[in-house]
């Protein structure tokens, strides 16, 4: 499905969004999955025991206050139901899906912003504005599913934080299928 050595890989919330507008729209949502971003990180990372790092710890609460803050305002708004769950690929600068719904699949070519729910406990998503894309290579379904893809381009800090996301689960996976092909001698 995708050329990606290393992605995040998983049946995740997905729902087209409204493309941003402006600049300032489009910034307001790179700072929105910055603070989303950072806050999962900070969410899967150990726990601060060394008072050295006390100084992370503190960032760390403050990343956690910044999702509170954006959850509760998000909540305001009204916000609904999560949408279908699809079978995703989150690449660094491309999302596949597969769907078998061909209005959540726009044109090649077509300006899309899609809202992942990484987490969906969390009822934020991550919007990722970009260009839909032929899925080139990239056989049908046997399903008769459509093979969604779109790629988008992300500020600087937010990339970098997507990719260490997508780092994070991709070694996870990793780790876990060598311990069920390999499990420990007890």
Request: charged content about 20%; proline content about 9%; aromatic content about 4%.
């Amino acid at each position: 499905m995708t050329e990606h050595a290393v992605a995040l890989r998983a049946h995740l919330p997905l729902a087209l969004g409204e493309w941003p507008v402006d600049a300032g729209a489009r910034s307001a949502l790179m700072a929105d999955n910055l603070a989303l971003l950072r806050a999962l990180l900070v969410m899967d990372a150990p726990v601060v025991i060394n008072e050295e790092e006390g100084h992370e710890g503190l960032s760390n609460l403050e990343t956690k206050i910044d999702l509170l803050l954006l959850l509760v305002s998000a909540g305001i708004k009204g916000l609904g139901p999560l949408p279908p769950s699809y079978p995703c690929i989150l690449g660094s600068g491309d999302l596949y899906w597969d769907c078998s719904d061909p209005g959540m699949c726009p044109d090649a070519d077509a300006e899309a912003c899609v809202a992942l729910f990484l987490r969906p406990r969390i009822a934020m998503p991550l919007l990722l504005p970009g260009s839909m894309r032929p899925p080139s290579g990239v056989p049908a379904s046997a399903s008769g599913a459509i093979r969604c893809h779109l790629h988008f381009c992300l500020d600087s800090p937010v990339q970098e934080s997507l990719d260490r996301l997508i780092f994070r689960h991709h070694r996870r996976a990793v780790a876990r299928s060598r311990n069920q092909h390999y499990p420990l001698d007890e």
